[in-house]
């Protein structure tokens, strides 16, 4: 397995994804970009065979990160106001990708597609046995998730690199939450923050039609 990056703790991604929800029921940027962040690390410390994973993850987020420090700063506050925004100022193209290829609309949906992977890859490495492969688990939650939207290419190269996974104690341990029993309830405890997130955007995109953004 490759080195694991200096003081990578899955907690803090996790708290991060805590302090995204708004007692007003949104979502705020920030600590949402700031878990994306984390995960990006948690991801690079799997060996470079993820990076290809990671790369498209680092250019959205990236995207998202200009908007926070540009004038427009404010409309981009939470996935709210960014939603509002955006689609007021006609800065969404719902049919044709090539009109705002880096809408925040669009961007943040890619990312919420694969925090739908997350989140189902932590609760099955959370509710496996001792002995389950990760691949296994990878792999599935990413045919029941994410994969419908990549192509097949994408899907081969991504179900390769999964073969590549430590097992289920090592990466447990890698995620630095304490021995693997500490790690599975922690994961028990944050991860309905993380549902909670994925729930709120896909309402928020449902209610707009916006669920399909090419
Ligand atoms: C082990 C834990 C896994 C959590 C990982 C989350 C990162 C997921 C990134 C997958 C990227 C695969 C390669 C890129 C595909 C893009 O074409 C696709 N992007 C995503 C994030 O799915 C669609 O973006 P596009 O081409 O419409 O701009």
Redesign the pocket.
Same mark, same amino acid.
């Given at each position: 397995m490759a080195e694991r990056q200096d003081g990578f703790c899955l907690r803090e991604v996790l708290a991060a994804f805590r302090a995204c929800l708004t007692a007003e029921q949104t979502v705020l940027m920030d600590p949402y970009l700031r878990g994306w962040n984390g995960?990006i690390r948690f *991801?690079n410390s *799997?060996g470079t065979i993820f990076s290809?994973?990671?790369k498209?993850?680092v250019t959205?987020i990236q995207i998202m990160e200009k908007y926070r420090s540009s004038d427009q700063r404010e409309r981009y506050e939470t996935l709210q106001t960014m939603v509002e925004y955006e689609l007021a100022s006609g800065l969404v193209s719902l049919k044709n990708r090539g009109e705002c290829p880096e809408s925040g609309c669009r961007t943040i949906l890619? *990312?919420h597609?694969?925090l739908h992977?997350?989140q189902m890859?932590l609760e099955g490495l959370r509710t496996s046995q001792e002995d389950s492969k990760t691949s296994v688990i990878?792999t599935d939650s990413y045919n029941a998730s *994410?994969a419908n939207?990549?192509p097949w290419v994408?899907r081969k190269a991504?179900t390769l690199a999964f073969c590549a996974l430590p097992t289920r104690n090592a990466f447990l341990e890698n995620m630095n939450l304490g021995t693997p029993e500490e790690a599975v309830d922690m994961l028990g405890e944050a991860l309905p923050y993380v549902c909670k997130v994925y729930e709120i955007t896909e309402e928020l995109y449902a209610k707009h039609k916006m669920l399909d953004l090419p």
């Open positions: 995960l *991801l *799997l290809f994973v990671s498209d993850a959205k890619r *990312l597609r694969a992977w997350l890859f990878c *994410l939207y990549h994408i991504a």
